[in-house]
């Protein structure tokens, strides 16, 4: 394990969490290499907010340990993160309404701002600059997702597909090494889903993608490997096709039709 | 007509500083929730420490910069000190600790610079009417307000400043880090009503002297909707005007009571205020 773990992004390694009684993540380990894309499946209520929620700092394990690039990650805040170059969206989107969309992915880049806050405030030359490539740099992600036309309105007056957009063009403007995707497809009209695939599928080559998703249709395409969780434990990992015919799997998520889920 | 010319000039270098003390409420308002109460006293402090430079140097001016650097550093403090440790306590309980910091620093003042009134400078000449020193209040604070609503909109640190704003969770998210915003932004409010309290202090200091002057203020932030930078600046700039009307019109003791009577107006029929934006609470 340790041999290997510097070719690894991100590792979870015997994670527990525990809310007063309820055990809401219980073992869970799992490891995401570069250029990877990783689906965390399971019923509701298996505990895949939780493990987000761990990931990115807001809930401190109460065993386990998180290793980042081989390195331990302890007490990590959530603005640490992008820092260390990892982005992730947001179940409920989290776009600030009150900043257009250009403004939204731009704050999404900041970790490539290096200005202090005391050179912004006497607007330094060296700001200016920054705020300059800030802004070129969000306009070319914008245009990538084709929602370049939209970069001056308010997210608020935006259909919902075009708003996942803009929050996933603020998640991939700081270029991160991983990409955390909390339900991606929520809410998205299947032709919006095809496309979603396709992007996935293409950002994997820059980025290593860890994707939370009910559809399994999504997550059975475009993912590398599959991480099953069921009452808090990883129940099955693998590839989609092995993962699909496992027996566990189905008894406790698949059931034979894909789309419903047996009274969890 | 010259009345009314007066009045209008004399209303626009008071309702320059209502603004710019209005504009510091709103900093911290749209940051926390919280109306900083204590702002008055900070700005006290602040023209206090310009009263003692200027009185030992010799120096207006090196009173005045050293006043709006104090005052800034005095943001930070009370931000680091008492705010952020009430920070999971509720916006109430930072209201009311700004209140007592308001009666604490105020008390303090008294004690170090005694409750009398001593004799504080206008920056430049004052007399005749829209003297030099009112035009000087009135360009100070056109551009300390242009620069803090320019450095909102077009620098990284404006912008992440705003993203704390509108939603601190998201913004830790994207790698804001959020104390450091809040710090920034108390200081900033602090810089800028140090900036007020001098061009509102003359011609004499005493503890309480700025308190009339924040519940115009206040107002004024009121009339331009509590979260609005821009609304608070024309609001100031609309109540100093009208409040000078009335002291000129129907007499100087009737001001106060009309600046509350557009504060509850204001709050009984537009709360959002004249300028604001009707939207959902943070809870």
Redesign the interface.
């Known amino acids: 394990m340790t041999i290997t773990s510097h070719e690894k992004l991100l590792e979870v390694d015997g994670v527990t969490v525990r809310f007063g009684g309820l055990v809401a993540l219980h073992d869970v380990g799992l490891s995401i290499r570069p250029g990877t894309v990783v689906g965390v499946i399971g019923p509701n209520g298996a505990g895949k907010t939780t493990l987000f929620n761990v990931v990115?700092g807001f809930l401190r394990p109460d065993e386990g340990e998180l290793r980042w690039k081989g390195r331990p990650l302890r007490k990590h805040?959530?603005?640490?993160?992008?820092?260390l170059g990892i982005?992730?969206t947001?179940q409920g989107l989290?776009?600030?309404?009150?900043?257009t969309v250009l403004?939204n992915v731009?704050?999404?880049a900041?970790?490539l701002?290096r200005?202090g806050?005391l050179a912004?405030?006497l607007?330094t030359g060296r700001?200016?600059r920054?705020?300059r490539e800030?802004r070129a740099r969000s306009e070319d992600v914008l245009a990538e997702l084709d929602i370049a036309h939209v970069a001056d309105l308010l997210p608020g007056a935006l259909p919902y597909g075009v708003r996942k957009r803009v929050a996933l063009a603020?998640a991939l403007v700081?270029e991160p090494e991983l990409l955390l995707l909390d339900e991606p497809a929520s809410g998205l009209s299947t032709a919006e889903m095809d496309e979603l695939a396709t992007r996935i599928t293409s950002l994997s080559e820059k980025t290593a993608v860890v994707l939370v998703e009910h559809h399994m249709d999504l997550v059975m395409r475009v993912c590398d490997e599959v991480v099953v969780l069921d009452f808090g434990e990883v129940i099955a990992t693998g590839p989609p096709d092995v993962v699909r015919v496992d027996p566990a799997v189905a008894d406790a998520y698949l059931g034979t039709a894909p789309e419903e889920q047996p009274s969890a | 007509m010259t009345t009314f010319v007066n009045l209008t000039l004399g209303g626009l270098s008071s309702g320059a500083v209502y603004a710019a003390l209005g504009l510091s409420l709103v900093i911290i308002y749209r940051a926390t929730r919280v109306v900083n109460f204590a702002q008055p006293a900070l700005a006290l402090i602040s023209s206090y420490l310009a009263y003692s430079v200027t009185k030992g140097t010799g120096s207006y001016w090196l009173g005045f910069v050293a006043a709006i650097v104090a005052g800034t550093l005095l943001g930070v403090v009370v931000e680091r000190l008492i705010i952020r440790p009430l920070r999971h306590a509720g916006e109430l309980s930072a209201i009311i600790a700004t209140l007592g910091l308001l009666l604490l620093l105020q008390a303090v003042a008294g004690m170090i610079w005694s409750n009398e009134p001593h004799a504080f400078a206008y920056a430049f000449d004052f007399r005749g009417r829209f003297s030099p020193s009112d035009l000087f209040a009135v360009l100070a604070v056109v551009v300390a307000a242009t620069g803090v609503l320019l450095l909102f909109k077009f620098t990284p640190l404006g912008l992440r400043l705003r993203a704390t704003a509108f939603n601190p969770e998201v913004a830790k998210l994207v790698g804001v880090r959020v104390g450091a915003m809040l710090t920034v932004g108390w200081g900033l409010a602090a810089g800028v009503g140090s900036l007020a309290g001098l061009l509102a202090t003359p011609p004499f200091i005493f503890p309480t002297v700025l308190d009339e002057v924040f519940v115009y203020a206040l107002t004024a932030a009121v009339l331009g909707g509590l979260d609005n930078p821009l609304g608070t600046i024309v609001g100031g700039l609309v109540l100093g005007i009208g409040l000078s009307y009335v002291s000129g019109l129907l007499g100087a003791e009737l001001v106060p009571l009309a600046a509350l009577a557009i504060l509850v107006a204001v709050l009984a029929v537009r709360p959002s205020g004249l300028f604001g934006r009707a939207t959902a609470r943070r809870v």
């Open positions: 990115c805040r959530p603005d640490q993160l992008a820092g982005a992730r947001l989290g776009l600030f309404g009150g900043l403004e731009m704050t999404g900041g970790r701002a200005t806050a912004s405030l607007g700001a200016a920054d705020e800030l603020r700081a």
